[in-house]
């Protein structure tokens, strides 16, 4: 006979269903009625709707206040890469330097950020992640400052360092807070949402930074620098530190996650066990190699291969951006949904579709000619990129502890970011070394250049499609286990394992 828990979201659900009615009922009625004139039965329906739909208003609040915010922090960091590809010109002819030069300044901010990461991941597990956010934020806006200030290529390529040091922090500390902001089933969505400020931003970095630098390209970095800190300042008073394993219940204030004491390492081990853990790593390092690459010299793609200026580009570029965003807010949801009809590797083949779809159609953009064509494949292009990242984020919180995130995410940003940090630089010496130094040739060789480097999109989707399916759904009970066995209070010597 079924047990009575079974039935527990079946009566919430009627119930949730009965308050709804009866409130919309009320709504219709033209005078209110007298609480006196009620029947005591009447009188307590009408205390409870009333207490029902002001909980569910701050609910709402206090779950989008998390998402907008988050996202935004996501997106600073995005737009600061983006403003670099928008700047390339600028930068070139204000400070003579050529596209390696170019491609080191975001080198160094990830470099140095993949250091820090591993640091930052094991502070967000163990100590208050707000504060931490907020005050890595004031670091990025102070450097981003200086930057607008440089008098040499020497002291912009200094204020990187800083610059990537700060934003070290927003990646594993984002990760961990969403894993405790909302529920399992729902941080497909959520993720697609709050990376969707991540593309927004990008979008508009590239806007506000390509117009601003037309005028002066310290400009660029200036605007940057007001943001961060207004960003500061509404995460430290808006936010408030989540319970850790709390699955999405922000009211909770405990919970058991007694047990030994853990040391960086050994977490650092227990992350790098999970075999679908590596397979996201190693996937999403050539996926974003791709994509650094693509974000630092697009733009200056644009301009050479369809003779049209540095203006006209950047207004173009936030428009492909459109396709990527609906990708962001779709994927997350599409590999949800799979997800409760049965199909448990879901978010993994959703995002290695996802990378295979993008190579496809990046492919007949790069080899085009006609400018309205060309847009409409890399539109398309966009959204099959921008449907990558929601589903894998969401996948890697299934497979780790939750007292294990931080680290996660700080390993698995430590060896992305070094791809990353290697793309620009990469993509700048292939395109000088095709060019053979000849500057007419420069846009025919850069156009090569991503014709060579579309085959690490196609890696990474063999990877999630051939490895990353199989491993995942063992990965996933693995989890569930050990945060079971936390829950209830593992005996005294026994340490939070993969179970791999």
């Known amino acids: 006979m079924p047990a009575a828990a079974e039935y527990a979201s079946t009566i919430e659900l009627l119930e949730d269903a009965l308050f709804r009615d009866a409130e919309r009922a009320l709504r219709t009625l033209r005078a209110p009625i007298p609480l006196r004139a009620a ?27 998390p998402i907008v915010l988050l996202g935004l922090v996501v997106g600073l960091q995005s737009a600061d890469g983006g403003t670099v590809g928008a700047l390339v010109v600028s930068l070139k002819q204000s400070l003579h330097v050529n596209d390696i030069q ?19 991941g094991a502070l967000a597990d163990r100590t208050v992640r707000i504060r931490m956010l907020w005050m890595a934020l004031l670091v990025c806006s102070a450097a981003m400052a200086l930057s607008a200030a440089a008098p040499s290529y020497a002291w912009l390529l200094a204020c990187r360092v800083g610059l990537g040091a700060g934003m070290a922090v927003s990646g594993p ?46 400009l660029g970095f200036c605007w940057l620098a007001v943001v961060g800190f207004v960003l500061a300042v509404a995460v430290a008073t808006m936010l408030r530190e ?6 999405g219940d922000t009211a909770a204030s405990t919970r058991a996650t007694t047990g030994p004491r853990r040391t960086a390492w050994g977490d650092l081990r227990s992350v790098l066990s999970i075999r679908t853990n590596v397979v996201l790593i190693v996937a999403s390092s050539f996926g974003y190699f791709f994509s650094t690459g693509l974000s630092t010299f697009g733009v200056a793609l644009l301009c050479g291969r369809f003779h049209i200026g540095q203006a006209v580009a950047t207004v173009l570029v936030p428009g492909l951006g459109v396709g990527a965003l609906m990708g962001v807010l779709t994927s997350g949801r599409i590999a949800d949904r799979l997800a409760t009809r049965g199909n448990i590797s879901a978010r993994i083949t959703v995002g290695g579709v996802a990378f295979l ?11 085009i000619h006609n400018l309205p064509l060309a847009l409409v494949f890399a539109f398309l292009a966009g959204v099959a990129i921008g449907g990558v990242n929601p589903p894998l984020n969401a996948a890697r919180l299934d497979i780790v502890h939750s007292q294990l995130w931080g680290t996660a995410e700080a390993v698995r940003s430590t060896l992305v970011s070094i791809s990353t940090g290697l793309a620009p630089l990469a993509f700048g010496a292939m395109s000088t070394a095709l060019a053979h130094g000849d500057a007419p040739n420069a846009t025919l060789a850069l156009g090569h250049t991503f014709l060579v480097m579309l085959a690490t999109l196609v890696i990474a989707a063999a990877l999630l499609l051939v ?34």
């Open 467 to 500: 490895l990353g399916r199989r491993a995942y759904p063992r990965d996933v009970a693995a989890a569930m286990a050990a945060e079971l066995l936390t829950v209830i209070d593992v005996a005294p010597g026994r340490s939070i394992k993969s179970c791999n």
């Open 242 to 247: 989540p319970a850790r394993g709390g699955l």
């Open 102 to 120: 170019v491609g080191l300044l975001v080198t160094v901010s990830t470099g140095v950020g993949a250091l820090a990461t591993l640091l930052a």
């Open 39 to 65: 029947t005591p039965r009447a009188a307590v329906l009408l205390d409870k709707v009333s207490r029902k739909a002001t909980s569910v208003r701050q609910v709402n609040l206090e779950r989008l206040k």
């Open 173 to 218: 500390v984002v990760a961990s807070l969403i894993g405790d902001y909302f529920k399992p089933l729902e941080r497909g969505r959520v993720y697609g949402l709050v990376l969707a400020g991540e593309g927004t931003c990008t979008a508009v970095g590239l806007l506000v930074a390509g117009e601003l630098g037309a005028v002066s390209w310290r």
């Open 357 to 367: 779809a993008a190579a496809v159609l990046i492919l007949p953009t790069l080899l």
